[in-house]
């Protein structure tokens, strides 16, 4: 009676969707790739910080005329895609009081546009 109680759980606790336990030999593979995802976010995050603060008039003044070489560079650093930059800059409009009163927030929003 022992053995097949004993068999269903271990090929229990041996499955690919087990919860219990998860796939202990797979955690050294799975747990690089968000690291090295998440430095490559964090260096482009901290480019587009450091253009939205340093040119933080100049690109509140080129999402009000729909676009600008400020714009465009802070754009080109979080990695918006040229098609999608007009919609982007319609969504930026609409929400000019907030940026205009945290650049913080702008930062956010084109990082989330980013690809």
């Known amino acids: 009676m022992r053995w097949p109680l004993m068999t269903l759980l271990l090929a229990t606790a041996c499955a690919e969707a087990s919860t219990l336990f998860g796939r202990p030999l797979s955690v050294p593979v799975t747990s690089a790739g968000p690291a090295v995802g998440t430095d490559a976010h964090n260096k482009r995050?901290?480019?587009?910080?450091?253009?939205?603060?340093?040119?933080?008039?100049?690109?509140?003044?080129?999402?009000?005329?729909?676009?600008?070489?400020?714009?465009?560079?802070a754009m080109n650093a979080a990695g918006i895609p040229a098609r999608d930059r007009p919609t982007r800059?319609?969504?930026?409009?609409?929400?000019a009081d907030l940026y205009n009163a945290a650049p913080g927030a702008l930062v956010t929003a084109l990082m989330l546009y980013s690809s």
């Open 45 to 73: 995050h901290g480019q587009v910080e450091v253009i939205v603060k340093s040119s933080f008039e100049a690109i509140k003044d080129d999402i009000r005329d729909g676009g600008g070489p400020a714009l465009t560079k």
């Open 89 to 95: 800059v319609i969504q930026l409009q609409s929400d």
